[in-house]
């Protein structure tokens, strides 16, 4: 996803499902966890190379797998912690919550951190990476909420009652390179049906370009 937001381009989670070849000019790159449908270091060094001045920010176990493909980019890279809010120009990014969510009791949980983009005059937006638990007083007032529509590590009542905790104003699906058109359809539907009482208004940015809100 890339959310141009108060004079600033941020970049999120372009991983193995992501096209960025069109991405030539970003501020920063914010990476949630280290799986690599989130975080493919050779996109993220190309896109890096057509943006001189942008700086990487991502959870810590994440930074240090990119600097092990990506040793070049240390001096551009630094490490989220959760809770600990910062700064690009006028835009702020809050990482919430602590940890992916269990896939299998068999594979190891790395961490994750979900974003809160907040600036004034603007919707505040969260991309939760890959975990639905995560807490912060921020989240009682987000506008724009990006739901992975589909994972091993979740099933669609698990998205439709996340949807309905944050409460959003609006949803834009994301985590759905697993689907076939007619089960993301089905998905997406189900969540703008049943993600709020009387449902909830659905912002599907697939193949749409850039799109204004």
């Known amino acids: 996803m890339l959310v141009d937001v108060s004079g600033q381009r941020l ?15 970003v501020d920063a790159v914010l990476v949630t966890h280290l799986h690599p449908d989130h975080l493919d270091p050779e996109a993220i060094s190309g896109v890096l190379q057509a943006s001189p001045d942008a700086q990487v920010w991502a959870e810590a176990q994440t930074a240090d797998e990119l600097l092990e493909a990506q040793p070049g ?3 551009r890279t630094h490490r989220l912690e959760s809770g600990a809010a910062f700064e690009l120009g006028p ?7 602590r940890r992916h969510a269990l896939i299998l009791e068999d594979l190891p949980r790395p961490d994750n951190l979900g974003l809160v983009v907040t600036a004034d005059e603007e919707p505040t937006l969260f991309h939760p990476g890959d975990a639905l638990d995560a807490e912060h007083e921020l989240l009682a007032d987000v506008d724009i909420l990006c739901v992975p529509v589909s994972a091993p590590w979740g099933d669609v009542d698990d998205v439709v009652q996340f949807t309905r905790r944050i409460g ?21 539907g189900h969540i703008g049906n049943f993600g709020l009482d009387g449902g909830v208004e659905v912002l599907d940015l697939r193949d749409a370009g850039a799109v204004e809100v």
Request: hydrophobic share 40%; proline share 9%.
């Open 11 to 25: 970049l999120i989670d372009p991983g193995a499902f992501s096209d960025v070849s069109g991405v030539n000019a």
């Open 73 to 75: 980019l240390r001096e």
């Open 91 to 97: 835009v702020t990014v809050t990482p919430v919550g």
């Open 168 to 188: 959003p104003k609006r949803v834009v699906p994301v985590h759905d390179g697993l689907l076939n058109e007619t089960g993301r359809s089905m998905y997406v």
